[in-house]
């Protein structure tokens, strides 16, 4: 058979010790085609020493020549990528060794293409595993689905860089960047899914997950660059709730009870309004309960 060329993009900042082994799990796929792998030091020196070449497998470095962060550094290598197909890893996960065999076999004549993943959070771990039926637009929107975790994408180059787009770099501090490329890869065309957990996905490393001012102005980003966000009532709600929830986080009490308000008046049983509360009303810190979701394998 003629397998298709893989690119995996792994963009990392200060985690050399998780990163090589994320780049070991690349390099030992079962999938028979040729990877390569380029590494993006975003805003740090690369390691050279990471350099592999081998008959069918390579390791590329580079820096992030684009806009500072997360989705600069995936552009950077999405537009170096050789590949016909392109898949992210981040730098403190781990693939699964069939994770590209099994993805690439059952892409079809979709654009993209995404896994179960296996949550570990504190020695904590949870099975998230996707069904196709889940993966449609309205779904999309109305549920944050952890399985479209970016790790676990993979998604034919040249709709990267056409119809789909590259990553969207205004978004601030990168925050949400996969869910605005999964949002514009279903308007594209079906997501292909395989249904068994592949990406091993460490929780809590995450450089922003609690920046609440970044997460706020993200999330109003996404509320203005999205109809679709704006105009399904459980989409708007869900965003309103993940709001309150970040001014909850930041001591802004009053905002985190307006958006709570509006929250209610979208979806009255949303279940980020009852999370958010007790964070507001100073009964518990935001952490403590980020803390109590991710250790169900949740986000807030």
């Known amino acids: 058979m003629n397998y298709p060329t893989v690119s995996v993009v792994i963009a990392t900042r200060n985690r050399p ?21 380029i590494v993006v030091f975003d805003r740090t020196e690369p390691d050279v020493d990471l350099l592999r070449s081998e008959t069918s497998r390579t390791v590329v470095v580079t820096e992030n020549g684009r806009t500072g962060g997360l989705a600069g550094a995936r ?29 690439v076999a059952t892409l079809g004549s979709a654009y993209t293409s995404v896994t179960g993943i296996v949550i570990d959070y504190g020695g904590r771990t949870a099975v998230r595993i996707p069904d196709q039926a889940s993966f449609t637009l309205q779904n999309l929107v109305r549920n944050r689905i952890m399985e479209a975790h970016p790790s676990s994408v993979l998604m034919r180059r040249d709709a990267l860089l056409g119809h789909v787009g590259l990553v969207d770099e205004e978004l601030p501090g990168s925050y949400a960047e996969d869910f605005d490329l999964i949002l514009r890869a279903a308007q594209a065309g079906p997501i292909s899914v395989v249904d068994e957990a592949l990406v091993k996905v460490h929780w809590g490393q995450s450089l922003f997950s609690r920046d ?18 704006r105009t399904d009532r459980k989409a708007s709600a869900r965003l309103y709730g993940r ?6 986080g930041l001591g802004d009490r009053r905002q ?8 209610w008046r979208l979806q009255p049983l949303q279940q980020r309004i009852y999370v958010t509360l007790p964070v507001a009303m100073g009964l518990m810190t935001a952490e403590q309960m980020l803390d109590l979701a991710h250790k169900r394998g949740r986000g807030i």
């Open 212 to 229: 609440w001012g970044v997460i706020r102005e993200a999330i109003d980003y996404l509320l203005a660059k999205h109809e679709v966000l």
């Open 75 to 103: 552009n950077s290598g999405i537009l170096l990528a050789q590949g016909d197909l392109v898949a992210f890893c981040d730098d403190d996960d781990v693939w699964l060794p069939s994770k590209l065999e099994k993805q």
């Open 256 to 263: 985190a009870f307006r958006d709570c308000w509006t929250t």
């Open 243 to 248: 709001r309150a929830f970040a001014s909850a």
């Open 17 to 37: 010790q998780m990163l090589r082994v994320a780049i070991d799990a690349v390099m030992n796929q079962t999938y028979p085609g040729l990877i390569e792998c």
